[in-house]
């Protein structure tokens, strides 16, 4: 076996001790009086859990409350069971939290749940997402008439659309303010939501009405304002429809949702 | 060996953000979490340029997993790389330690066997970090719990050896060597007279825990007075090093943490002269690191 395979092996038997897995790593640690070798790496077992704990924890902050500490914990153990860390930064640790929430039992009997962590996922995605200039009504103003027709929007690396099949907005905003959420209620269809920060490094959210999030979801995807205008036409007249494209757009540069206007 | 000295520094937690931006306290520099920073964008990076303009900073790392047999994470060097050259700290610094193995992460700070053989991998591994970053990097002591049967060698030896041999330098913690002195049971003394001198750039503070008669590096806690005395003894044998307190648990205010910084300072003054603990200036430090 060369040198490097019998660090690695050690460090496998190691990391497979921290993770509950067979190991004979205690075979290979010297206990001392104080403490046996197997209190010694209990110390590093403790430690994984405690800190990937305290990862989600941070990141679902509203969930937690929702729960409860008991069943938050419940959650916390099944997911650190499922996804050992490949991840290099602990931010990232506990993406698929929503994943889990809505794929297993019994957390996906409760679908509020799901939802909540994708609110808050969303709300830690927004936080740090990449920074970029801010489209004014000046840029818009300075576009060429024959460009309209043709233009493309980019938008925000914070900008996130959510589907919600549950007033789990409400439920967040309640908790998000200490107060006593509101009984978990199914729509008749998904509300669509919105995500974004704005240059004051805030994030906002607010539902989208079915008309702007059908020409959000075409503008996001790189169609251009004609494509728009026309989609649109499946909600409004022929004489509506220019006036209601222009005031989303204007409505998404004054909040600060775009990043560039591509003539 | 004409050691660059930043003074006496704290490290940069979000819960200070906005009492550093909004007062400006004196504190010589500031230690950044350098993974903390490794976002796209938003707030961290906003508040990090913002204090950034007003103090030196030094960058601090905990996933490089030198120790690893994992190949080094090219992704992560890149970021870091990115950070660098977005932050022109005077110096960056990694544990003596491995992380992560088959790339499943461990989030921990996890020991090596003081071998030989373990030596060689890493410098090898330093050298080739170096080689990236363009510049020279600090190794971190740790807080250890477990000893390998297989280790040959006191941990200071191990640490001089690799960075010798990778022409880098030593981030010597003292509260780790205190921590490690107690479950190790060996003499913290002895650990700080067997590093060599010439490589050591940083020293780390902090506070710690009992956990029944091991003590776990919890930097949840003030510094404790016998740690407070192995660093009187380190500057005995050291002179004038660039020093920090980390605090990452059971945060207190700023002002009460300045004040405990204040303790280093003053331990500092009664131990070396005027002359030894003039700051460096900043042509110096740039030539340096």
């Not at chain 1, 914990?73 to 997911?79: A, G, K």
């Not at chain 1, 024959?146 to 925000?156: G, I, P, S």
């Not at chain 1, 908790?175 to 998904?190: C, G, H, M, V």
């Not at chain 2, 990694?94 to 410098?123: A, F, G, M, R």
Request: charged residues 25%; contains cysteine; glycine residues 4%.
């Amino acid at each position: 076996m060369s040198e490097s395979e019998q660090l690695h092996d050690l460090q496998q038997n190691f990391m497979n001790y921290v993770l509950g897995e067979d190991s004979d790593m205690v075979d290979k640690i010297e206990s001392t009086p104080a403490l046996s070798a197997k209190g010694r790496l209990d110390i590093y077992a403790y430690a994984y859990k405690s800190r990937l704990k305290e990862a989600i924890t941070t990141d679902y902050d509203k969930l937690h409350g929702y729960l409860g500490d008991e069943q938050f914990d419940t959650v916390m153990e099944r997911y650190i069971e499922k996804y050992p860390s490949h991840i290099t930064n602990l931010r990232y640790y506990s993406i698929s939290m929503s994943k889990l929430l809505s794929e297993e039992a019994p957390f996906n009997q409760i679908p509020v749940l799901a939802e909540l962590a994708t609110i808050e996922a969303s709300f830690a995605d927004s936080f740090d997402a990449a920074d970029h200039r801010f489209v004014t009504v000046n840029d818009l103003a300075e576009l060429a008439p024959e460009a309209w027709a043709t233009l493309q929007l980019d938008f925000q690396k914070s900008v996130q659309i959510l589907a919600m099949e549950h007033n789990s907005f409400e439920i967040w905003k309640a908790l998000s303010d200490e107060e006593t959420p509101p009984e978990a209620t199914k729509s008749e269809q998904a509300v669509m939501w919105i995500m974004w920060r704005r240059s004051d490094l805030v994030s906002r959210y607010r539902a989208l009405a079915e008309p702007e999030y059908e020409a959000l979801k075409l503008a996001k995807e790189g169609e251009n304002f004609s494509a728009i205008c026309e989609k649109l036409l499946d909600f409004f007249s022929e004489e509506e429809t220019p006036m209601k494209a222009v005031g989303f757009l204007q409505s998404w540069i004054e909040e600060e949702m775009l990043s560039e206007l591509r003539a | 060996m004409s050691r660059p000295f930043l003074g006496f520094g704290l490290g940069l937690r979000t819960d200070h953000y906005q009492h550093v931006i909004e007062h400006k306290p004196q504190v010589d520099w500031f230690e950044i979490i350098s993974e903390n920073y490794m976002v796209p964008g938003g707030k961290p990076l906003a508040n990090l340029d913002k204090i950034r303009a007003d103090y030196p900073m030094v960058m601090h790392g905990v996933s490089m997993s030198i120790g690893s047999t994992d190949p080094l994470n090219q992704k992560y060097l890149q970021k870091l790389k990115q950070l660098v050259d977005r932050v022109e700290p005077h110096w960056l610094s990694d544990h003596l330690c491995w992380t992560s193995v088959d790339h499943v992460n461990s989030h921990d700070l996890l020991p090596l066997p003081y071998e030989e053989k373990t030596i060689q991998h890493i410098v090898d591994r330093i050298s080739q970090v170096q080689e990236f970053l363009g510049r020279q990097m600090l190794i971190e002591n740790l807080s250890s719990y477990v000893t390998y049967n297989n280790s040959v060698m006191p941990e200071w030896e191990f640490v001089n050896e690799i960075a010798k041999r990778a022409d880098c330098y030593i981030l010597l913690d003292i509260n780790n060597i205190f921590v490690s002195a107690n479950n190790h049971h060996f003499a913290p003394r002895d650990y700080v007279d067997g590093i060599d001198s010439d490589r050591v750039m940083q020293f780390h503070l902090a506070g710690h825990s009992y956990n029944g008669e091991m003590i776990i590096d919890t930097h949840d806690h003030d510094v404790c007075d016998p740690v407070w005395d192995l660093y009187e003894y380190a500057l005995q044998r050291f002179g004038a090093v660039s020093t920090m307190i980390e605090r990452d648990d059971n945060i207190p205010a700023f002002p009460e943490l300045r004040k405990e910084l204040a303790i280093a300072e003053k331990i500092a003054r009664n131990t070396l002269s005027k002359e030894q603990l003039q700051l460096s200036n900043h042509s110096l430090l740039q030539g340096v690191a």
